[in-house]
């Protein structure tokens, strides 16, 4: 794997291999046309699921809530779930190791952060928090390949599909990786959000030694998300994703183009998944909440016996309030994933999809769809040609351009919305 143009990991190989690539690999990639698809591999892995929702899955149980025991909830993005969850398998011996994705020295490694096994549980406590990072499994497939024993990984709904289709095929695999954790997901960004926050922030790239996405801070709403740079001279700094030139998350700056591709919002082939609650009282509570899926009965048992203990603050939820936490998400991968195989083309291969193609829309959503599908497309382009021309402005001035016109039609209160919504009801 490695570095394109573009700021993603892509893999590399000989003409030949990339031109022709073998039957291993086809059938490997979750976004392959011919790989097997998310309800198959949750139909086979969740026989005796409880229940199915067309949105969110197979599931035995969900949750909202957070952790009470220790330092999960402070230390997380949200409520902590997920770092206790993958704690707490270390320490009952579950399992001998957890691959997660965890800060990196980017002078040493040319990232900023990257997949690494923790086995123990201080090892563990530094994969907590938010990620909008391009990251990869090979070292790690690498290393379970070469030492024996139980394994979890953590990972986003097409790192954890890609898992299953890799155990398919391979036996030793199969064997180890016994737990897979789930993150919800909105979309992947680039390296390059990195460096526009420096630029944003009247720093270079150099001269940053770390990134937090999601700066915690328990007196503001948990969705006011704060971007915060240490950097080598000791320094620090930060600032409100608002405030951003491309800091509206839906927008899809940076956004890598097989994520426009994607329908599994909430991990539906891990054995649990983890969300941000955002509904509601959640999502104004800066201390973060979480919102879970259990897919399995070792999961479910495993919640249920810590909500006893009082080690877990969880409340049971219905498939309804789950879908409301992740309206947002759900809409681009059900209404707008119909919409672009419809009428947008893809990058390269063309999907199948469990979404029926459809551009039966109002023009305002039709609109909606197209501007983020062209944000996508532009702002890494865009971005290497400020940086080519040593001209951060170039870009900045475009974003924000971009983004104005995106809200004043995307957002009810936008002008431009209110006009369409006046003209063109649905």
Same mark, same amino acid.
């Given at each position: 794997?490695?570095?394109?143009?573009?700021?993603?990991?892509?893999?590399?190989?000989?003409?030949?291999?990339?031109?022709?690539?073998?039957?291993? @690999?086809?059938?490997?990639?979750?976004?392959?046309?011919?790989?097997?698809?998310?309800?198959?591999? #949750? !139909?086979?892995?969740?026989?005796?699921?409880?229940?199915?929702?067309?949105?969110?899955?197979?599931?035995?149980?969900?949750?909202?809530?957070?952790?009470?025991?220790?330092?999960?909830?402070?230390?997380?993005?949200?409520?902590?779930?997920?770092?206790?969850?993958?704690?707490?398998?270390?320490?009952?011996?579950?399992?001998?190791?957890?691959?997660?994705?965890?800060?990196?020295?980017?002078? #040493?490694?040319?990232?900023?952060?990257?997949?690494?096994?923790?086995?123990?549980?201080?090892?563990?406590?530094?994969?907590?928090?938010?990620?909008?990072?391009?990251?990869?499994?090979?070292?790690?497939?690498?290393?379970?390949?070469?030492?024996?024993?139980?394994?979890?990984?953590?990972?986003?709904?097409?790192?954890?599909?890609?898992?299953?289709?890799?155990?398919?095929?391979?036996?030793?695999?199969?064997?180890?990786?016994?737990?897979? !954790?789930?993150?919800?997901?909105?979309?992947?960004?680039?390296?390059?959000?990195?460096?526009?926050?420096?630029?944003?922030?009247?720093?270079?790239?150099?001269?940053?030694?770390?990134?937090?996405?999601?700066?915690?801070?328990?007196?503001?709403?948990?969705?006011?998300?704060?971007?915060?740079?240490?950097?080598?001279?000791?320094?620090?700094?930060?600032?409100?994703?608002?405030?951003?030139?491309?800091?509206?998350?839906?927008?899809?700056?940076?956004?890598?183009?097989?994520?426009?591709?994607?329908?599994?919002?909430?991990?539906?082939?891990?054995?649990?998944?983890?969300?941000?609650?955002?509904?509601?009282?959640?999502?104004?509570?800066?201390?973060?909440?979480?919102?879970?899926? @259990?897919?399995?009965?070792?999961?479910?048992?495993?919640?249920?016996?810590?909500?006893?203990?009082?080690?877990?603050?969880?409340?049971?939820?219905?498939?309804?309030?789950?879908?409301?936490?992740?309206?947002?998400?759900?809409?681009?991968?059900?209404?707008?994933?119909?919409?672009?195989?419809?009428?947008?083309?893809?990058?390269?291969?063309?999907?199948?999809?469990?979404? =029926?193609?459809?551009?039966?829309?109002?023009?305002?959503?039709?609109?909606?769809?197209?501007?983020?599908?062209?944000?996508?497309?532009?702002?890494?382009?865009?971005?290497? !040609?400020?940086?080519?021309?040593?001209?951060?402005?170039?870009?900045?001035?475009? =974003?924000?351009?971009?983004?104005?016109?995106?809200?004043?039609?995307?957002?009810?209160?936008?002008?431009?919305?209110?006009?369409?919504?006046?003209?063109?009801?649905?």
């Amino acid at each position: 794997m490695r570095w394109d143009k573009q700021g993603f990991l892509k893999p590399a190989g000989p003409d030949h291999w990339i031109n022709a690539p073998s039957e291993s @690999v086809t059938h490997g990639c979750p976004m392959a046309p011919s790989a097997v698809d998310e309800d198959r591999i #949750a !139909l086979d892995r969740f026989p005796s699921a409880e229940a199915r929702d067309g949105s969110i899955g197979h599931f035995e149980a969900a949750y909202v809530g957070h952790a009470s025991d220790g330092d999960f909830r402070p230390n997380g993005s949200s409520g902590g779930l997920t770092s206790w969850v993958a704690a707490e398998l270390l320490r009952s011996g579950a399992v001998d190791g957890v691959a997660h994705v965890a800060p990196a020295d980017p002078q #040493a490694t040319g990232r900023f952060f990257e997949y690494r096994i923790s086995r123990n549980l201080r090892a563990l406590s530094a994969g907590g928090k938010s990620r909008y990072y391009p990251v990869e499994l090979s070292s790690v497939l690498r290393e379970i390949r070469a030492t024996p024993g139980r394994y979890a990984i953590i990972g986003v709904p097409c790192f954890i599909k890609a898992i299953h289709l890799l155990r398919a095929a391979d036996p030793v695999l199969r064997d180890r990786i016994t737990h897979t !954790l789930g993150l919800f997901c909105g979309h992947q960004k680039s390296a390059a959000m990195v460096e526009s926050f420096a630029w944003q922030l009247k720093s270079e790239l150099d001269a940053v030694r770390a990134v937090d996405y999601r700066i915690k801070d328990e007196r503001r709403p948990a969705n006011w998300y704060r971007a915060h740079l240490d950097m080598r001279d000791g320094s620090s700094a930060g600032r409100d994703w608002w405030d951003l030139a491309d800091g509206d998350w839906g927008a899809g700056f940076f956004q890598n183009p097989a994520c426009n591709w994607c329908d599994d919002v909430v991990a539906e082939t891990a054995d649990v998944a983890f969300g941000d609650a955002w509904v509601e009282p959640y999502s104004s509570d800066g201390r973060g909440t979480n919102v879970v899926i @259990v897919r399995t009965k070792e999961m479910r048992d495993l919640i249920a016996s810590a909500r006893a203990d009082g080690r877990l603050c969880l409340e049971p939820v219905d498939a309804e309030f789950v879908i409301k936490t992740q309206a947002a998400g759900l809409r681009h991968r059900r209404e707008g994933l119909a919409y672009r195989l419809a009428r947008l083309p893809p990058d390269g291969i063309q999907p199948v999809k469990r979404v =029926a193609p459809s551009s039966d829309l109002p023009l305002r959503r039709r609109m909606v769809y197209r501007l983020r599908y062209s944000i996508a497309r532009w702002s890494n382009p865009m971005f290497r !040609l400020a940086r080519a021309l040593r001209a951060p402005r170039l870009y900045l001035v475009w =974003a924000r351009s971009i983004l104005r016109l995106y809200q004043s039609i995307a957002w009810s209160r936008g002008s431009l919305g209110k006009v369409l919504d006046r003209l063109l009801p649905r």
